[in-house]
């Protein structure tokens, strides 16, 4: 599948004033790529990650497509279905429900969609994998924000997503926890999942086969993959 983005604009109305934070961004993300998404604070990175993946609706003109299939226009109920299929979200803000445990938080997404032991099975190898083991029966307000932060990682996975949107997913990590993760998201990669990263962290940086960069909601030009990528519509 191919991601692309075009004209992707979002204004927020508030009580007192309308607020465009996203103008015009195109990119698109070709099969098995890393994009990396950089810029200030307030930049609208986790806007633009949040209309890729439908959740929050982008300005009339804005084009999410995967392949020939235009996100923007569909139904909601559809819109559901194929971000339970093929999308996994690392939420900057975690969204745990505190009145479940880490195991039930995890296996959510594809409740009642897949059969509960299989579920169960999955949800406890990816909290082992981001080492949690030892914490799958505590509810979230009993983790440190790391520990949530790595719950939300485990949670984002459990649909084996071909897209994972990560906003910020080492944000709160320590050095191991951060390589870890770091290792995860690259074999995930090397594996075929494309990957959408919000990070501050330079070393991710690093690991994408392009980087775009807001600033006050536009896209910076910059050299690189997205200078000789021919599907780059922007
Ligand atoms: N629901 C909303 N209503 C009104 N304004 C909003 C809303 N959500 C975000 N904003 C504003 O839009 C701008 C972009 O926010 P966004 O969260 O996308 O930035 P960001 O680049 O992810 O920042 P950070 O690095 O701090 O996470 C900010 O100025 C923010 O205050
Ligand atoms: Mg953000």
Not at 22 to 31: C, D, K, P, T
Not at 178 to 203: F, Q, W
Request: aromatic share 6%.
């Amino acid at each position: 599948m191919i991601l692309h983005v075009s004209h992707l604009s979002k204004t927020y109305q508030t009580a007192a004033e309308e607020l465009q934070v996203l103008q015009e961004i195109s990119f698109s993300v070709r099969s098995g790529e890393w994009l990396t998404i950089i810029g200030p604070s307030g930049s609208g990175k986790s806007t633009l990650l949040h209309c890729i993946s439908g959740m929050t609706k982008p300005d009339k003109g804005s084009s999410v497509k995967y392949d020939d299939w235009e996100l923007l226009t569909t139904k909601e109920e559809e819109q559901q279905t194929f971000r339970r299929k093929h999308i996994g979200f690392i939420y900057q803000d975690y969204r745990l429900f505190d009145q479940f445990t880490v195991l039930t938080n995890t296996m959510l997404p594809l409740v009642p969609y897949e059969a509960k032991d299989v579920l169960k099975e999955r949800a406890t190898a990816l909290l082992k994998q981001v080492g949690l083991g030892d914490r799958m029966h505590h509810v979230p307000s009993q983790l440190s924000g790391g520990e949530k932060q790595r719950a939300g990682i485990a949670r984002a996975l459990i649909n084996q997503p071909a897209y994972l949107l990560c906003d910020e997913p080492t944000g709160n990590l320590d050095e191991k926890n951060r390589d870890r993760v770091i290792e995860l998201l690259k074999e995930l990669n090397n594996g075929g999942t494309n990957i959408l990263i919000v990070t501050h962290d330079k070393e991710m940086m690093t690991h994408g086969h392009q980087t775009i960069e807001l600033s006050y909601g536009k896209q910076l030009q910059r050299d690189g993959a997205k200078g000789n990528d021919p599907l780059y519509s922007g």
